[in-house]
């Protein structure tokens, strides 16, 4: 057994919550979906960005947030439709204030991933692709997040908690869940799902700055090479 | 002789504030801009053309070659994308070389730019990374300050403007055709090939997609000669490249080293397998090519050598499996990632992904039937090959290689459970609690 | 009559390529693509996303074919599908039919479309005409090795009211979408969601509710979609298929109707490649049941003591021939616009021959100075040769639109002309109020033109040769604007078209049904003309005099001028002064009315016939080409309904004249006997017709303002009535003002406005249009609730608006 079922029965797929209507979308974000669309050749290329915007607006993609797409870039809330439910990043429903990913293809797995999302999801009391009841967590099983020397990996708000263990992965939730500071092994200090989303949008926090350079995984080969005094060779003509 | 590791493009990423202009100008940085702007954009090509620069975003075609493709005779404009999807399970090089070394890539966008006549470029970011954007971003916005991006570049007279553009979670959206897709606001699906990306890409304008490392090699070429790259690597296969290690290693990491290096010299330098236990398969360049053995271990990590071994050198992402892992159990999780990635385009892939994932959820749980693995390879046949994108071959990749180097695992399965053959457990870096880890 | 003759078409060399399939040798036009050429040898290769009208996909991957050669030597390592792989010199392809590889290959899709698919053919719509079903027995294997469990979804949902989609029957092949997208530019349905549980999905508060949504479920490859009006109803081997002319519009659309026992249960887009291709619009598909209902006629009625009652067919026609006799040429005949080709002329003679008048009109609709003249000059005896086509306007290199909007008024147009815009870089200059959605979707330019300030903006028009300006009927409504159109054509080297809006129309002006006109476009006024056509029909004189038009028909009846009115297929309503007709039919002498229904007419009518519903009779339409387009009898029975021709030839044999004709067959064959006449047409001709000027309101109760105004495709029409869900994907009537026009009123978006003319008020939501002329309103003229016409106001007159709904 993979850890998971097998779904066949979608009783709630082609669509994004139509039940909940309620939205924060305001003046302020129809002028930023309209600054978006303004960055490109073509205004529809900012949709992907128009809808992480939204999400950080209203923590997910809300009907409001589809029609205001639609609205700005002058197709059709099906198009939109269409765009929001074909990537795994965009939420139907609520996250919770913390993202929690733990990564579970093949290596990560493997190496321990089965086991941290067994762990997290027991102690979050909620399944992949739920949310807590007091909207602290949400949590989803991922797939590959281009950091598998760092394996086994978790992610918080998409940033990068690396070479997790049982006992990390423990304190990390406690952590959060007490607002404590939390830092990402090799990004910022840990803020929320919404203001990583208006990052990704495109509106910068910031935060550039903080944390390293590179992990440690990343240095290795170049620390091997300073070690036994390798190089490439000096540039010749050019 | 060229050393065993070349470090060029993560030569400064131990450097203290290695993303930030100051530092990457204190290194030499944008140098290799200004010279390209005193030279022709076909003599920058040029350069590229002769260096043998392959694609390292996984089909590695020459990169100088890609860039002529863009017809000059065409009113359009043209574009550039950077395909930072970096999405292929075990796939880690450009995630980090972003992090650390933004300012390389923005210094490549400017060459390959001004190199195709193109005004505009965009770097694709997957989106899962928050702080590889940032870190991108404000590069982006440095350099524009330093007057390295936006009008006149350098009093050259060139303008460029470069926009960073998140993804939202699809691996499909890593192939250049979806990623055009998804970079116009549309579902990530790929387009019908001709017309080729070079005619008609991006707006159905010329467009050029290169891959992270690609772009970001291309200022050390510009500094330091084609035949300085050529130095490095073998007759085919030319120049540096980033290999990435993990999983059952000791000490898993980026290692860069001319292309022809060999797994066993890698493994050497990473100390070996984890500690008391031996290789038993692994990846030459993520999980959609085809798996090795330890009997593979001297093969060059190249085009040639991988092709010659029956697989791809592609990412160059060297998952490692010890003997403790269940290679039915690898499988099946990359078929589900093949499934749940697969953009649904079209039936073989779609259809096929789903079929062979509930096959091999049999296998894992010993409950497959006799002959299930001639019928799982028959309908892998019915796959492979007839799928609209690349993807679903990658997919069944896996499936048939596995097979071939270890059917008798398969067919275990036709009777045992793989967590009994293989507790998962042992296979953890952690000790995993009896009540959790399914079947530990 | 002036005569413009295409331009000189040169000859194009079609470059082709020879290749072989199967070991044929094929020569095809370059660019054609492999499973096309292999379609011309007879060779079928499998298919389920390939549709050659919409953009290759290549996405079920049902096709695939083996290529050992492209034609350079190399072949394909892998096998290629063969909807997305154009031919090349001296390639050689191998289908299932030689290829083991392309056999394998199709036979591992199939299996791989079915393991997901349900085993429900024997309840599902399409069993019978399937092509999954098809092709599983003609290239699947014989089983499925499939053992694990099929995705599945909730019950079927709903794309529209009148469009059902089952998820899991559906292939994913996209046509749907793509048909959507490319050909009716009506992105309501999308892919949505991806990999396994990708499926075809709405945006729940945004239905499908496209004019062209019947066409999705035509092409789709299994039965997936289903229309909420056939669902269900039938199986396709119990069906008997005919091909017809669609009734509703101009166009000509040729259709497929098929029936069981005696009753139509679907009608479907034919094949006419030069016409509607294989598409048709939702009107035409669904819009067929309107004579069920209970008011339909079935036996004649006669008026005795101000009752109507049934009576026999001879006491009937004993009674019309007394009243008909008694009121002799003090008569008029309205033939309302939808009749055959067959039976308008059986009503032009009939007047002429039998009445012995020329007061005979088909026109119930507004009609404007000067139109009769433009249709007796620029439209009538022009052949399909002469004219333009939609092949002209698809090659055109602008074309311009006045007084018409195509999506509405012409469907088919529309869809020519989206083509056009897409494939071929058409440029369309639209002359209206404001820029509507159809136009939006053609990319039109638009001139923002007044209602009836027309002609003004098409002298200003920058035209060039091989434009062309199409010109709706409502154009004659504004001063000048028809032969401003003819002026600025000629002065370009452009041509024009004049675009009707009902199927009889064009028919009707070539059947004789102006009051300036004989049969095959002989005016009235010429006396050699008028012996042409007596000696042709054998009778002694025709009446000399040009006739009365439809509103100088009511005029006199009213004064006392005109006895007996023969009327058929006419709603009063639809006259731009519904008052003045109903008075005037309820003041007339003697009124004859031949109907299929109950209506205001036959209400007030002293004989009604009962006639033929269209699946009835055959005859033909003249589309606005002028081409012809056959009607056939779809339902034969025993004791056929009379047809109006029948009807007509006992009034006449009863009156002691035959008609000479009681078929169809014999009215078409007479009409093409006479021929079309060939002498030049006198300009006073046609001067003696009325028309009517620009309406000032009195009323001056609110804002003044010109009326914009037209119908929208789905509205009022009584055509339409039955067809519930078709209805239900109606535009919902709004009124259009400017966003200026909007703050003088102080009326928000949504809010309703009341307009108001002498003859009454309607009160209507208000869409505040970017870019709509000043000083102007639009409504739509014939929608359920508000029947604008009834206001007595038509394009182009004043009209008072008012903030607020009125008591
Ligand atoms: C399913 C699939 C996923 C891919 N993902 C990536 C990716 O994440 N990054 C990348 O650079 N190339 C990826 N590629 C390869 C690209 O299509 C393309 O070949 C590459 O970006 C070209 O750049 P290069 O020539 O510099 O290697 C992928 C290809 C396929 C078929
Ligand atoms: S192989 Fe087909 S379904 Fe799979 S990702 Fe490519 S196009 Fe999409
Ligand atoms: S018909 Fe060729 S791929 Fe569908």
């Known amino acids: 057994m993979s850890g998971h079922e097998f779904q066949s029965f979608f009783p709630e797929s082609g669509t994004v919550d139509m039940t909940d209507t309620t939205t924060n979308i305001d003046d302020t974000t129809f002028a930023e979906l309209r600054q978006l669309a303004s960055r490109y050749p073509e205004a529809r290329s900012a949709l992907l960005p128009m809808l992480h915007l939204v999400q950080s607006v209203d923590g997910r993609i809300s009907p409001a947030g589809i029609e205001a797409c639609a609205e700005v870039l002058g197709i059709t809330a099906a198009q939109v439709s269409g765009v929001a439910t074909f990537y795994t990043m965009y939420r139907r429903r609520p996250g919770g204030k913390h993202h929690i990913g733990v990564c579970t293809t093949a290596l990560c797995a493997v190496m321990g991933g089965d086991a941290l999302l067994e762990q997290v999801s027991e102690k979050l009391g909620i399944q992949p692709d739920e949310t807590t009841p007091d909207g602290k967590f949400s949590l989803e099983r991922l797939e590959c997040n281009a950091a598998c020397d760092f394996a086994p990996v978790m992610m918080v708000n998409w940033e990068f908690m690396d070479n997790m263990t049982p006992d990390k992965a423990q304190k990390l939730i406690d952590d959060l869940a007490a607002d404590a500071e939390v830092k990402s092994t090799r990004g910022a200090t840990i803020t929320s799902w919404r203001e990583a989303e208006r990052v990704l949008a495109g509106f910068p926090d910031g935060r550039a700055d903080e944390g390293p350079s590179a992990g440690e995984a990343s240095l290795l080969g170049k620390s091997i090479a300073d070690e036994k005094g390798w190089a490439a060779p000096k540039g010749g003509k050019s | 002789m060229v050393d065993k590791l070349t470090p060029v493009l993560s030569a400064n990423w131990g450097t203290d504030n290695s993303w930030k202009l100051a530092t990457h100008q204190a290194a030499g940085g944008y140098q290799a801009v200004a010279k390209a702007l005193k030279m022709t954009p076909a003599a920058v090509t040029d350069v590229v053309k002769d260096s043998g620069l392959r694609g390292r975003g996984g089909a590695g075609f020459p990169t100088g070659m890609k860039w002529s493709f863009v017809p000059k005779d065409n009113p359009n404009p043209k574009y550039l994308v950077v395909n930072a999807d970096e999405s292929e399970p075990g796939t880690c090089k450009d995630m980090p070389l972003l992090l650390a070394s933004p300012h390389t890539l923005v210094e490549g966008m400017i060459i390959a730019s001004y190199a195709i006549n193109c005004h505009t470029a965009f770097v694709y970011i997957r989106g899962e990374v928050l702080h590889v954007h940032r870190r991108m971003q404000q590069a982006v916005a440095e350099a524009y300050a330093a007057g390295y991006l936006g009008k006149n570049i350098l009093g050259s007279g060139y303008d460029l403007d470069i926009v960073v553009h998140a993804g939202a979670g699809a691996y499909i959206c890593g192939e250049e055709t979806a990623l055009l897709d998804s970079l116009e606001g549309r579902r990530g699906q790929p387009r019908l090939r001709p017309p080729f990306p070079a005619v008609a890409g991006l707006y159905a304008s010329p467009t050029v997609i290169n891959n992270v490392e690609s772009i970001a090699s291309v200022p050390s070429i510009l500094n330091n000669g084609a035949e300085w790259f050529g130095s490095m690597g073998t007759e085919k296969s030319k120049g540096y490249t980033l290999y990435s290690l993990s999983g059952h290693v000791a000490r898993p990491g980026q290692f860069e080293a001319p292309l022809g290096i060999t797994l066993r010299e890698l493994l050497d330098l990473a100390g070996g397998v984890r500690e008391g236990h031996e290789l038993k398969f692994w990846t030459p360049g993520g999980s959609s090519t085809p798996i090795l053995t330890a009997e593979h271990l001297d093969v060059p990590l190249d085009y040639e050598g991988m092709a010659g071994a029956g697989t791809m050198l592609g990412t160059k992402a060297l998952q490692i499996f010890d003997e403790t892992t269940s290679v039915v159990r690898t499988t099946l999780r990359w078929t589900e990632f093949y499934k749940h990635e697969s953009c649904g385009k079209c039936t073989p892939c779609r259809e096929g992904n789903w079929w062979m994932v509930q096959m091999l959820r049999k296998f894992e749980a010993g409950q497959a039937a006799v002959g299930d693995v001639d019928k799982l390879l028959d309908v892998a046949s019915n796959i492979g090959g007839k799928s609209f994108c690349a993807l679903a071959d990658g997919a069944v990749a896996c499936v048939t290689s596995a097979i071939r180097h270890f059917r008798s695992e398969f067919e275990d399965g036709y009777s045992t459970p793989a967590w009994e053959l293989f507790p998962y457990g042992r296979s953890a870096l952690f000790e995993v609690p009896e009540t959790q880890g399914a079947h530990a | ?807």
Not at chain 3, 90 to 112: D, F, P
Not at chain 3, 412 to 427: H, Q, T, Y
Not at chain 3, 535 to 546: F, R
């Open chain 3, 1 to 807: 009559m002036s005569v413009v003759t295409k331009p000189e078409q040169g000859a194009v060399v079609v470059e082709t390529v020879t290749l072989t399939i199967d070991g044929i040798e094929v020569t095809v036009p370059k660019g054609t693509l492999a499973i096309r050429a292999a379609e011309t040898v007879g060779i079928a290769i499998p298919r389920f996303c390939d549709h050659p009208l919409l953009d290759p996909q290549g996405a079920c991957r049902q096709c695939m074919v083996e290529i050992p050669d492209m034609g350079n030597g190399r072949g394909f390592p892998k096998p290629q599908a063969s909807c997305t792989i154009e031919v090349a010199p001296g390639m050689q392809i191998k289908t299932q039919r030689t290829s083991e590889v392309a056999e394998k290959a199709q036979r591992g899709m199939l299996e791989l479309l079915l393991i997901n698919h349900p085993l429900d053919c024997p309840i599902c719509d399409k069993g019978g005409e399937c092509p999954l079903q098809n092709q599983a027995m003609s290239n699947g294997g014989g089983t499925s090795r499939y053992d694990g469990v099929k995705r599945t979804f909730p019950k079927p949902v709903s794309l529209s009211a009148q469009i059902l989609l089952d998820r899991e029957r559906c292939v994913l092949c996209a046509r749907c979408t793509r048909f959507s997208e490319q050909i009716a530019g009506d992105p309501f349905i999308a892919l949505v969601e991806r990999g396994a549980l990708q499926q075809i999905g709405r945006y729940a508060d945004q239905p499908y509710d496209s004019y062209f949504s019947g066409n999705v479920v035509q092409i789709c490859p299994v039965g997936a979609l289903t229309s909420a009006a056939y669902r269900f109803t039938s199986r396709p081997f119990d069906l008997v298929s005919t091909s017809v002319t669609c009734e509703h519009c101009a166009s000509g659309c040729q259709l497929r109707a098929d029936h069981r026992h005696g009753v139509v249960r679907r009608r479907l887009a034919g094949e006419a490649p030069q016409v509607n291709e294989e598409w048709n619009c939702d009107k035409g598909r669904f819009a067929f049941v309107s004579g069920r209902g209970d008011d339909r006629l079935s036996t004649p009625l006669v008026r005795e003591d101000g009752e109507l009652r049934p009576a026999s067919w001879p006491e009937a026609i004993d009674a019309a021939v007394a009243g008909l006799t008694a009121a002799g040429n003090s008569s008029g005949v309205l033939t309302g616009g939808r009749l055959t080709m067959e039976d308008a002329y059986g009503y032009a003679k009939f007047a002429r021959a039998i009445l012995g008048t020329n007061n005979i009109d088909f026109r119930a609709r507004p009609i404007g100075v000067g139109e009769a003249a433009f249709l007796a000059q620029e439209v009538a005896g022009r052949t399909l040769a002469q004219a333009v086509t939609y092949t002209d306007l698809e090659n055109a290199g602008q074309v311009v639109l006045v007084g018409f909007e195509p999506e509405e008024e012409s469907p088919i147009i529309f869809l020519r002309l989206r083509k056009a815009v897409r494939k071929k870089g058409l440029s369309v200059t639209a002359l209206a109020a404001f820029l509507s959605n159809g136009n939006a979707k053609l990319k039109a330019k638009l001139v923002a033109t007044v209602p009836g300030a027309e002609a003004d903006a098409v002298a200003d028009l920058k035209l060039a040769a091989g434009d062309v300006i199409l010109v709706g009927e409502r154009a004659a409504l504004a001063p000048g604007a028809l032969s401003a159109v003819v002026e600025a054509a000629a002065k370009a080297g452009a041509r024009f078209a004049w675009v009707p809006r009902r199927a009889g129309e064009r028919g009707a002006i070539e059947a004789g049904c102006l009051p300036t006109l004989l049969p095959g476009a002989r005016p009235v006024a010429d006396v050699a003309a008028r012996v042409d056509v007596a000696s042709h029909w054998g009778s002694e004189t025709l009446p000399p005099l040009e006739g009365l038009d439809a509103p100088s028909m009511f005029a006199a009846v009213t004064a006392g001028e005109l006895e007996a009115l023969v009327i058929a297929g006419v709603e009063l309503s639809d006259f731009a002064d519904a008052n003045a007709a109903r008075e005037a039919v309820a003041a007339a002498e003697f009124v004859v009315s031949l109907e299929t229904r109950f209506s205001e007419v036959t209400e007030l009518a002293d004989v009604v016939f009962p006639v033929a519903l269209i699946e009835e009779r055959a005859g033909t339409f003249l589309n606005w080409e002028h081409r012809v387009g056959r009607v056939n009898t779809v339902v034969k029975q025993v004791n056929a309904p009379m047809t109006d021709l029948r009807v007509l030839a006992a009034l006449a044999d009863a009156m002691g004249t035959p008609l000479g004709v009681r078929t169809s067959g014999q009215a078409r064959a007479e009409l093409a006997e006479l021929g079309t006449w060939d002498q030049p047409i006198k300009a006073e001709a046609a001067s003696r017709t009325r028309g009517r000027a620009a309406k000032k309101s009195k009323s001056a109760d609110g804002e003044l303002v010109k009326l914009a105004t037209w119908r929208m495709l789905l509205d009022g029409g009584r055509g339409q009535d039955g067809e519930v869900a078709l209805a239900a994907t109606a535009k919902p009537s709004v009124a259009r003002i400017s966003p200026t026009l909007a703050s003088t009123l102080g009326v928000g978006d949504g809010e309703v406005i009341t307009i108001t003319s002498d003859a009454g008020w309607y009160s209507l939501a208000v869409s505040i249009t970017e870019g709509m002329t000043e000083g102007t309103v639009w409504v739509p003229m014939n929608s359920p609730g508000t029947p604008i016409g009834e206001l007595g106001v038509v394009h182009g007159d004043d009209v008072a608006l008012s903030l607020g709904g009125a008591e």
